[in-house]
């Protein structure tokens, strides 16, 4: 139990362009979803709290308008990058909240060209 | 300010002995910790928790002990395998908010 998945598993896009990421429950359903980045050997940065059927609360640094964070169910998060860079490249994972605990997805490399 | 820190970048073990993972936190609030396995281009996956309740939990080779006035948390895996060969990260969050601060991770290399 306590599966999450993440779609798509890696991207390259052009710079400019926007890019979506799912991130899915798939047997539970989560109010509270997380969206995390990674940059190499370095730990993982949370970016955003996504709360289902309200607004994502963004940690400082965050920007808001370039992360947009969408939770219009239990079982689903999207994170869109909008008019991506090269400096945006990285490891971005999500987790959901079940009980206690965070379970993670699986990750989504995003390359900018 | 890092808030939760590994100090060792990375370990090596002898298959079939104890590897013991450490981490390090400042704010003596956090009541909640956890422990996670990563591997390359993976998620992390959950290991084992503890509350600030206790001072050890244990789930089958993985023993987490807290040690709240050294604001210490270690994990032990007895006996290692080489299956464990992966990053670990240390977690602690503020219980009811679910928001983790994670540690940098420690490399574990388990040698056949």
């Known amino acids: 139990g306590a599966v999450v998945s993440q779609h798509p598993s890696r991207v390259i896009c052009k710079s400019g362009t926007s890019v979506k990421i799912e991130c899915r429950s798939l047997d539970f359903q989560a109010t509270t979803m997380f969206w995390y980045r990674q940059f190499p050997k370095q730990s993982l940065m949370l970016m955003a709290t996504s709360n289902e059927g309200s607004k994502a609360t963004y940690e400082q640094g965050v920007e808001k308008d370039k992360f947009l964070i969408n939770h219009a169910s239990l079982t689903l998060s999207t994170l869109t990058v909008t008019s991506a860079h090269p400096e945006d490249s990285s490891f971005y994972i999500c987790?959901?909240?079940?009980?206690?605990?965070?379970?993670f997805g699986p990750g989504t490399r995003l390359l900018v060209l | 300010d890092q808030q939760v820190k590994q100090n060792s970048p990375s370990l090596s073990v002898q298959e079939g002995r104890i590897s013991i993972l450490n981490c390090d936190y400042t704010n003596s609030m956090f009541d909640y910790f956890l422990w996670y396995k990563k591997y390359p281009a993976e998620g992390p996956t959950f290991l084992i928790s503890i509350s600030s309740i206790k001072d050890k939990n244990e789930d089958g080779r993985f023993t987490v002990f807290l040690n709240k006035s050294a604001k210490h948390l270690s994990l032990h895996i007895v006996p290692s395998q080489p299956g464990d060969s992966a990053v670990y990260f240390c977690a602690a969050a503020f219980s009811g908010t679910y928001k983790y601060i994670f540690g940098t991770g420690t490399r574990l290399k388990v040698l056949a």
């Open positions: 987790s959901a909240q079940h009980q206690e605990t965070q379970y």
